[in-house]
Structures are given as structure tokens and as C-alpha cells.
């Protein structure tokens, strides 16, 4: 079993900037890739950003593509994101996702967060 647990996410103005991070526990041995999807309000998840666990590749998407940086830290089983500049279209429930392939993970990962709310004011 994997549990994956985001940080809280919050209030942010416009043009402002975050940081989200996201730990890993339980049956980690045959990960090899973590990332991020979204949620917002009345429409579809989207992919937002991933990481290869061993090999540190990313890939974003092309909303975010320039104002994201995804990152981990293999000794803490943590993975982060940081966004800058963000947009009231950014505003969405964001959800770590993990999943033993590199490429799934940005379809469709095995295993979900809970997700948390980021909201960005105008």
C-alpha cells in the first residue's frame, strides 16, 4: 500500500507564488515516478507536472510549462512543486500522484493523494 499526503495548500493573490510538497510512505520500493495533477472547478483533471524518483527527468505541461518547478528529495520520500506567477485559472484541488512507470504517471497514475485546495484571488 502507498500513502501519499500533500501539504496544505492555501490563499494566494495573483502573480504570487507556492510551494507544495507531498511525502510518500508505505510500499515505495517499486516507484519510480511522482507528479502532480489538478482538479479545477467543473472541469476534468488535468496533468500538471512529474519527476522520475531515480533519474530526476521532469515533464510539465503546457499550462504550467516556465512557472513550475518540480523537485524531490530522495532521502525524505518528498517531492515538491513550485509555481510562481500564478493565475486565478490556476485555482484547483492539486493531487500528488505516484506510479511505477515514468510514463503513466502523467495519464493515469495508480496511486492519488487526497488533494488540497489552492486558490488564487485576482
Known amino acids: 500500500q502507498v500513502q501519499l499526503v500533500e501539504s496544505a495548500g492555501g490563499l494566494v493573490q495573483a502573480g504570487g507564488s507556492l510551494n507544495l510538497s507531498c511525502a510518500v510512505s508505505?510500499?515505495?520500493?517499486?516507484?519510480?515516478?511522482m507528479g502532480w495533477f489538478r482538479q479545477a472547478p467543473g472541469k476534468e483533471r488535468e496533468f500538471v507536472a512529474a519527476?522520475?524518483?531515480?533519474?530526476?527527468?521532469?515533464r510539465y505541461s503546457d499550462s504550467v510549462k516556465g512557472r513550475s518547478t518540480i523537485s524531490r528529495d530522495n532521502a525524505k520520500n518528498t517531492v515538491y512543486l513550485q509555481m510562481n506567477n500564478l493565475k486565478p485559472e490556476d485555482t484547483a484541488v492539486y493531487y500528488c500522484?505516484?506510479?511505477?512507470?515514468?510514463?503513466?504517471?502523467?495519464?493515469?497514475?495508480?496511486?492519488w493523494g487526497k488533494g488540497t485546495l489552492v486558490t488564487v484571488s485576482s
Open positions: 508505505g510500499r515505495t520500493f517499486s516507484l519510480t515516478a
Open positions: 500522484v505516484a506510479d511505477p512507470s515514468y510514463t503513466r504517471v502523467t495519464v493515469t497514475p495508480n496511486y
Open positions: 519527476i522520475s524518483w531515480s533519474g530526476g527527468g521532469t
